[in-house]
C-alpha cells in the first residue's frame, strides 16, 4: 500500500500546468475515459453536476479564443487589480490565450444547476472541483498536459458551447502534449510538514 501510495504521488508530483501546446493530435479514447473517471468523482446526495464539453472542432475552438481573449483584455487591461497582476506575473500570463486554439483538444467544464432536466445540486462547487481533480490526474497519468484556465467572466462559453442557461462554466482545460519549446515557472511546492498536521 505504502508503495503504491509512494508511486502515486512520485507521478503526481511531476504534473505541471503547460501553456505552449503542440496541435498534434490526441487520441480521443484517452479523453473519453479520462472523462469517465472524472464523472466517477463523490458528488453532493449524488446529483453529479457536472457536464464536460469535449471541444475539438478548429472553428469552434477560434470562436473560443476570440471571445477569452476579448474577456481578458478588458480583465487584465482594466479590471484585474495590482495585487493580482503581481500574484501571476511569475507566470507570464497575459490575455493572450493561444492554446485554447493549438491544442488539439479543450473541455469545457460547467455546473450543472437546478433546470428543466436536473435536479437541485449541493455542494456544486465542490463536487465539480473534485471531478476536475481527477480528470487532471487521469489525463495526467496518462501522458497529457492540461492548463487549468477560468476565464474572467465566463458567460460567453454558453454561447460557444451551446449549453443552456442552467449550466454555469467552471472551468476551460485544454488538453494535449507540450509545444517543443514549452517553459513552465519555476515553482516551489509547501513541504509536507507545512500542508500536514499531525494530531
Ligand atoms: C482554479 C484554478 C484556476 C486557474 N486559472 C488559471 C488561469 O486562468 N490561467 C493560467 O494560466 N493558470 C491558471 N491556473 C493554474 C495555476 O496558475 C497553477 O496551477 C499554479 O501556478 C501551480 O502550477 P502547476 O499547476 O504547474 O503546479 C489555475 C489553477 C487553478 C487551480
Same mark, same amino acid.
Given at each position: 500500500m505504502v508503495g503504491v501510495a509512494r508511486g502515486f504521488a512520485d507521478r503526481m508530483v511531476l504534473r505541471r500546468s503547460v501553456r505552449h501546446f503542440s496541435s498534434d493530435p490526441v487520441p480521443? @479514447?484517452? %479523453? &473519453? @475515459? $479520462?472523462?469517465?473517471? $472524472? $464523472?466517477?468523482a463523490p458528488s453532493g446526495a449524488n446529483v453529479q453536476p457536472w457536464r464536460f464539453v469535449v471541444v475539438t472542432d478548429p472553428e469552434r475552438k477560434r470562436r473560443l479564443r476570440l471571445a477569452a481573449e476579448a474577456e &481578458?483584455? &478588458?480583465?487584465? +487591461?482594466?479590471? *484585474?487589480? *495590482? @495585487?493580482?497582476? @503581481? *500574484? %501571476?506575473? !511569475?507566470? +507570464?500570463?497575459?490575455?493572450?490565450? !493561444?492554446? #485554447?486554439? =493549438? *491544442? !488539439? =483538444? %479543450?473541455?469545457?467544464v460547467f455546473e450543472v444547476h437546478q433546470g428543466p432536466r436536473s435536479p437541485k445540486p449541493y455542494y456544486v462547487k465542490e463536487s465539480v472541483g473534485? $471531478? =476536475? +481533480?481527477? #480528470? =487532471?490526474?487521469? #489525463?495526467?497519468l496518462a501522458g497529457l498536459a492540461t492548463l487549468t484556465h477560468t476565464p474572467s467572466p465566463m458567460r460567453f462559453l454558453n454561447e460557444v458551447c451551446e449549453r443552456p442557461p442552467e449550466e454555469r462554466p467552471f472551468v476551460v482545460l485544454p488538453v494535449g502534449f507540450p509545444a517543443e519549446d514549452a517553459w513552465v515557472p519555476d515553482l516551489v511546492r509547501k513541504p509536507l510538514g507545512e500542508v500536514l498536521v499531525r494530531r
Open positions: 480521443l @479514447e484517452v %479523453v &473519453e @475515459e $479520462a472523462v469517465r473517471a $472524472a $464523472a466517477s &481578458e483584455r &478588458e480583465f487584465y +487591461g482594466r479590471r *484585474a487589480s *495590482a @495585487e493580482w497582476l @503581481e *500574484a %501571476v506575473a !511569475p507566470m +507570464g500570463t497575459d490575455w493572450r490565450k !493561444p492554446f #485554447l486554439e =493549438v *491544442a !488539439p =483538444v %479543450v473541455i469545457v473534485m $471531478a =476536475v +481533480g481527477v #480528470l =487532471v490526474t487521469a #489525463l495526467h
